[in-house]
């Protein structure tokens, strides 16, 4: 049963919301109600009807000190229809940006609904498709998309203003009062808890996880994806070579032989080619190993001489330079968020402002479905409809975005080129031995690429036995955003479901009243202007 002080609204009776949410860095919002709308819904996963209930709203944050209201969160939550609801993990999850929604995880990821894409081609223009989504993770744990302020219909409550919640610890401080207000609201505090960050949600999720563990709130686990934990290392051109050669093997232009046996082996080569001989050329150049020169272009797909006039270094300008090279001859630039992914390089195409990131081929394609299945999704199915404009991503956010962080230790550690968080994730992981992480990353992401991910784990200050017991890295043949491909989804879904705590085989009876099978729970840089989802 819902806390909320306002009434609830049942799925037959839909919900206008005529509060306007600004978005601007002054904006901010005077009323203070709690409002959802229930909608009532049923999956089937592995054969197995899962009965469940999906709740849109707002929850208001308090300032920790004075108890006054601060901000309004806009959320949708999906929780199942079990008996034993309090014993179940709830998982928060957001995206990044830093100004991004929490529209991409809820639409593409392990919600119970996601968008039908065409990747890594163009999702052709409307009439698209909304379908069931059998790699949910509803039937581990229930689950809670947050939207900051500034985004969707999250806004700060005056006095204060959006730009007060527009920094790294900011940002982390106000999610944290959500989660904790959530707990509170719905009677969760004593469920397992996990939260899934993407991209710039990686960072939020380090300082997250340790402002909670100060507030006396312990975390099961973290999944981390596409992470940059590093912001000093996000052009690292040996943590970047990996991922430019998988993009060049996708494209059939790798010349080594004999030739690659499949992608994961190739990758294990390239990553120690990378850390040994690459990063001894690297602090060598101007002198130049003819050898070495060779190999490179033979994993790269890029003649060795325009390999010697970028100074052996393709990933920098945010590996601009190599984007747009590998298929020139074709007439094609491939993405930086999925390199699978291309689009025309020819006449004007090649000439648009990408300064949003909105013009990255892999953005460009989903951008449409997104948009409109979005709008489709909260208003006909979850009966919510808001007189705001629901903004998917904020660059007013981005553009003011306050970098200055403080770790657990009192050191600084901010900056839009250096911020550094794997720290915060390494002091709870000491103090909380329970902790577990979850990594996972795509192959064919230039934004965060998947080794540099693997370079900074192996970097973060944290000791202790079993380390490694703890921290599990996967990597997947996709991009940025892991769940638009269907095959690495399913597979991020297996091993998500063994990441979580083992649990009983779980009847479907407590899922939807009727008793049948069982459902079986095993242990189952981009430039600063482009903006990570």
């Not at 409307?126 to 806004?155: M, R």
């Not at 404009?389 to 660059?395: I, V």
Request: hydrophobic share 35%; aromatic share 10%.
């Amino acid at each position: 049963m819902s806390l909320m002080p306002s009434e609830e609204r049942s799925s037959d009776e839909p919900f206008l919301d005529t509060i306007i949410y600004g978005a601007r860095k002054d904006d901010s919002i005077t009323d203070t109600t709690e409002a959802s709308v229930t909608t009532q819904h049923e999956l089937r996963i592995d054969g197995a009807t899962l009965k469940y209930t999906a709740r849109a709203g707002h929850l208001v944050t308090v300032d920790l000190y004075s108890g006054q209201p601060a901000a309004k969160l806009f959320y949708v939550a999906f929780t199942a229809n079990v008996p034993n609801q309090k014993e179940r993990p709830v998982t928060f999850f957001y995206n990044g940006g830093p100004g991004s929604s929490s529209v991409y995880l809820l639409l593409g990821s392990f919600g119970p609904r996601r968008i039908r894409t065409n990747m890594p081609n163009f999702t052709p223009p409307a009439p698209y498709a909304l379908e069931d989504n059998p790699d949910s993770l509803l039937d581990c744990s229930d689950l809670v998309f947050i939207n900051p302020v500034g985004t969707g219909y999250s806004a700060a409550i005056a006095p204060n203003k959006n730009k007060d919640f527009w920094g790294v610890d900011q940002d982390a401080g106000c999610i944290k009062q959500f989660i904790k207000r959530y707990l509170t609201v719905f009677q969760r505090w004593n469920s397992p808890k996990f939260l899934f960050g993407e991209s710039y949600g990686t960072p939020r999720t380090c300082v997250l996880t340790w402002m909670l563990h100060e507030d006396g709130v312990d975390l099961n686990g973290v999944v981390l994806q596409s992470s940059i934990l590093d912001y000093s290392k996000a052009s690292n051109p040996i943590g970047t070579l990996p991922t430019l050669a998988a993009d060049a093997h996708y494209w059939k232009k790798v010349t080594i032989k004999p030739p690659p046996k499949d992608l994961p082996s190739f990758m294990e080569t390239v990553e120690g080619f990378a850390s040994g001989p690459y990063a001894r050329a690297l602090s060598e150049y101007p002198k130049v190993d003819p050898k070495l020169l060779e190999t490179l272009s033979e994993i790269l797909g890029i003649p060795g001489d325009v390999l010697r006039h970028w100074k052996l270094n393709p990933a920098a300008d945010d590996a601009t330079p190599y984007l747009t090279s590998l298929l020139r001859h074709d007439g094609f630039a491939i993405g930086a968020y999925d390199g699978r992914v291309r689009s025309d390089e020819l006449g004007i195409a090649g000439s648009i402002d990408p300064a949003s990131g909105n013009n990255d081929p892999t953005i460009t394609a989903i951008g449409g479905v997104y948009t409109t299945m979005w709008n489709v999704y909260l208003n006909e199915e979850l009966n919510y409809t808001s007189v705001s404009p629901f903004l998917d991503s904020n660059d007013q956010a981005f553009a003011n975005w306050d970098f200055r962080h403080t770790d657990p230790t009192g050191a600084d550690k901010g900056g839009p080129d250096s911020l550094y968080t794997a720290g915060d994730l390494a002091a709870a992981m000491s103090l909380n031995p329970s902790l577990k992480v979850f990594s996972a990353n795509g192959y064919y992401d230039a934004v965060t690429p998947f080794f540099q991910t693997k370079l900074n784990f192996a970097r973060m200050p944290l000791k202790g036995p079993d380390t490694n017991d703890r921290i599990e890295i996967r990597n997947y043949p996709s991009g940025h955003m892991i769940y638009l491909d269907d095959a690495s989804r399913s597979a991020m879904k297996a091993d998500l479901a063994k990441f979580y705590a083992p649990r009983p085989l779980l009847a479907v009876k407590s899922l939807s009243g009727q008793p049948a099978t069982t459902i079986h729970r095993t242990r189952v840089r981009r430039r600063m202007s482009r903006t990570p989802y």
